[in-house]
């Protein structure tokens, strides 16, 4: 079960005039607790004015080896969102020494290291969790490649682009490059513009061979993501092959037409081996009941994008408003976004600890 810690921040470096990286130390009794794979991500949290808040930030640092104790750092990338709250404190207010209040890693884009190709499509701040999966499968795996595509609005706007470069020169024949610049002109490269579906269902192929590569990672923002997961399957790539994460999705409609809702609804919820039922109030959502009730459950976002509130249905329907966060196996499987799910029985179970 993910549990938060206090851990200090160790080092504040500016990546680009409106983003920072976080380095956080891990002392040795929690390294344990604080083993991740690569691209997985953390939850932070801090209380300002008797509100809590909570974002998810990548973690940018590649994992510990399985026979390592633990990770003894770990880094996380924060790019200033326009009325964010968190990261106008992280980026205005965080200095070393600074305690944070932070989850236990979680999230399911990664990678377990194996011989093959590998390649992502990232956007923006979406290099974050891929800085960590590359670094890692190619330090790991001598038998793995890699093929970076990134986009991002300008040269002085990109995040990690001195830790990208570095990953350059120590893997030059295993890892491949491939920048664009939406807004710039480069001196060499592809010419600038954004990478929409009909411009990567032509690209892709010129680059890589596409039906070869064993794992596609796609982050960044949702137009994207989506684009390229388009693009891929227009060139007939596999499902399973495809891993997805979403940073930000603009406001937009719900997924589907709403089914009635039943005027009294209660949920059972299974939470780090304990269980209650409670009442749905009117308009709530299933995490909402919860919290109300289990302030320890887990969430961060709240948004239907993180994934960190993911819980199996054992029983009952529901209906999700929105879900960037589950891949089509996990819903045929069972699992939903607490956060985003609706009762459409007046009796639903949900069991956060499978």
């Known amino acids: 079960m993910a549990r938060f810690h206090t851990l200090r921040v160790a080092a504040v470096d500016r990546l680009t005039d409106d983003s920072v990286a976080l380095t956080l130390a891990v002392p ?21 004015d008797g509100t809590e808040i909570r974002r998810t930030y990548s973690i940018c640092s590649p994992a510990p080896a399985p026979d390592d104790d633990g990770p003894r750092a770990l880094r996380v990338g924060v790019r200033l969102v326009e009325g964010g709250a968190f990261s106008t404190y992280a980026l205005k207010e965080i200095d070393i020494g600074d305690e944070l209040e932070v989850m236990t890693p979680a999230g399911r884009f990664t990678v377990d290291p194996a011989p093959g190709l590998y390649a992502a499509i990232v956007g923006g701040s979406g290099i974050t969790p891929v800085l960590s999966i590359a670094s890692t499968l190619l330090a790991r795996e001598p038998g793995a490649r890699f093929c970076l595509i990134r ?3 300008t040269t002085a706007s990109t995040m990690f682009l001195e830790e990208v470069a570095d990953l350059k020169d ?5 890892l491949q490059l491939v920048t664009v ?14 990478l929409d579906r009909e411009r990567l269902t032509g690209l892709l192929p010129s ?5 070869e590569v064993a794992g596609w990672f796609l982050c960044g923002p949702f137009g994207l993501v989506q ?17 997805e994460e979403i940073f930000h999705v603009d406001a937009g409609p ?19 081996g304990r269980g209650g039922t409670w ?18 459950a887990p969430y961060a976002c709240k948004g239907g994008v993180c994934g960190t509130c993911r819980a199996f249905l054992v029983s009952g329907e529901v209906r999700m408003d929105r879900n960037y966060a589950l891949e089509t196996e996990e819903t045929e499987a069972g699992y939903v976004l607490a956060c985003q799910s609706r009762p459409v029985t007046e009796q639903v179970e949900l069991d956060f600890d499978r």
């Open 170 to 174: 120590r893997y030059p024949e295993r």
């Open 227 to 243: 684009g390229a997961e388009r693009a891929l399957r227009d060139l007939a790539v596999p499902r399973a092959r495809i891993h």
């Open 279 to 296: 009442p749905v109030q009117d308009g709530e959502s299933l995490l909402d009941t919860v919290l109300r009730n289990r302030p320890d």
């Open 28 to 48: 040795p009794e929690l390294r344990e607790e604080y083993r991740h794979a690569p691209g997985q991500h953390l939850a932070l949290r801090r209380r300002a």
């Open 254 to 272: 719900t997924g589907g037409p709403a089914r009635p809702a039943p005027a009294h609804s209660t949920v059972t919820a299974r939470l780090d």
């Open 207 to 211: 680059l890589l061979p596409v039906a």
């Open 151 to 153: 986009s991002d609005r």
């Open 181 to 194: 610049l939406s807004r710039e002109e480069q001196q060499a490269g592809l010419p600038s513009g954004r």
